[in-house]
Nanobody, 124 residues
Framework: QLVESGGGLVQPGGSLTLSCEASGFTMDYYAIGWFRQAPGKEREGVSCIANSRSTPYYADSVKDRFTISRDNAKKTVYLQMNNLKPEDTAVYYC???????????????????WGQGTQVTVSS
């Protein structure tokens, strides 16, 4: 099970940190990813991370603004989002899968475990 938290309403240029807490499985072995879906749009991969020493994947639209990290001891993955823009508005989901970060964030593989999502709204 994955549970997201940390969403909310923020002004353009602001920051939010999303958290994804895992339970019921050994998170250490899994790639964990953040995805988002805006109204009328397909779900897209935002950022994915394998183990803490590997290079994460970031979508071009969030590079240099978002940072993903994981704390396996706390069974939690974080997404630090800075300089938020209105186009970042979406429901953000975390997911877990045994896959490479490229395959996972590119939705090239089936993803078996999803959280319920948390709303992020960027608006003045």
């Amino acid at each position: 099970q994955l549970v997201e938290s940390g969403g909310g309403l923020v002004q353009p240029g602001g920051s939010l940190t999303l958290s994804c807490e895992a339970s019921g499985f050994t998170m250490d072995y899994y790639a964990i990813g953040w995805f988002r879906q805006a109204p009328g749009k397909e779900r897209e991969g935002v950022s994915c991370i394998a183990n803490s020493r590997s290079t994460p994947y970031y979508a071009d639209s969030v590079k240099d603004r978002f940072t993903i990290s994981r704390d396996n001891a706390k069974k939690t993955v974080y997404l630090q989002m800075n300089n938020l823009k209105p186009e970042d508005t979406a429901v953000y989901y975390c997911a877990a899968e045994l896959a490479t970060v490229q395959a996972m964030c590119g939705l090239e593989v089936g993803i078996g475990t999803w959280g319920q999502g948390t709303q992020v709204t960027v608006s003045s």
